[in-house]
């Protein structure tokens, strides 16, 4: 079974660019997590998906970061314009359902370095 | 605000010893605990999920353990091995169902 894919793996921009992450669940799978894992410090959950629908977005700083889950696979998280305090791991996850008991499958994530 | 505490943030053994990590917790309505795996440019792997009805999980040489009443838990790793060298992470799924993770411990095991 093929895992999570996640790409670019490493970007590197200049501040006030803009830059878009892109994620692939594992097949079937109808929840889609975006989190943001600054060095030294556990992952924090921007957004989650059921289907293309929005759970929960609380975390996500929407002035400057979207995402969208077009037909309820793929997924893109963009900054724009980035800040040098974005310079993180985004790590995409993904599973069966949104319920408690489900394990969350981890991509391999996409390193982000803003000067 | 619900926070996840690790301790410690980094370790050094050698190979072989028997470690333990700890891992405390404020929210006292959790519906599980988990321990995940990270190595360096790569994503999280699940290494052991602790329902909030039990007490403890095994697999391998690796055994969790949950205690809700103190907001405790701790991962015992048996005999390490230099390939256990990574940051293990904790993380509970509380009311909101959605993940929260502490901030790691880096374990390296030397030769």
């Known amino acids: 079974e093929a895992g999570v894919a996640q790409s670019p793996r490493y970007k590197i921009i200049e501040k006030r660019q803009s830059v878009a992450f892109w994620c692939n669940p594992i097949?079937?799978?109808?929840?889609l997590y975006w989190y943001q894992q600054i060095l030294g410090q556990g992952p924090k959950l921007l957004i989650q998906?059921?289907?293309?629908?929005?759970?929960?977005d609380s975390q996500l700083p929407k002035d400057r970061f979207s995402a969208e889950r077009l037909k309820g696979v793929d997924s893109t998280l963009k900054i724009q314009p980035a800040k040098l305090e974005d310079s993180a791991v985004y790590l995409c996850?993904?599973?069966?359902?949104?319920?408690?008991?489900?394990?969350?499958?981890f991509g391999p994530g996409t390193r982000l370095l803003v000067l | 605000k619900q926070e996840v505490t690790q301790i410690p943030a980094a370790l050094s053994v050698p190979e072989g010893e028997n470690l333990v990590l700890n891992c405390s917790f404020t929210?006292?309505?959790?519906?599980?605990l988990q321990w995940f795996r990270q190595d360096p440019g790569k994503g999280l792997t699940s290494l052991l999920l602790?329902?909030?009805?039990?007490r403890e999980q095994t697999s391998g040489r690796l055994n969790a353990s949950l205690d809700k009443s103190s907001g405790r838990s701790t991962l015992y790793i048996a005999a390490s091995q230099p390939g256990d060298s990574a940051t293990y992470l904790c993380?509970?799924?509380?009311?909101?169902?959605?993940?929260?993770f502490g901030t790691g411990t880096r374990l390296q095991v030397t030769l």
């Open positions: 996850a993904s599973s069966l359902s949104a319920g408690a008991r489900e394990t969350q499958y």
């Open positions: 097949s079937g799978h109808a929840t």
């Open positions: 998906f059921q289907n293309n629908g929005v759970v929960d």
């Open positions: 929210d006292s309505a959790i519906y599980n």
């Open positions: 602790i329902q909030s009805s039990q």
């Open positions: 993380a509970y799924t509380g009311t909101a169902s959605k993940l929260t």
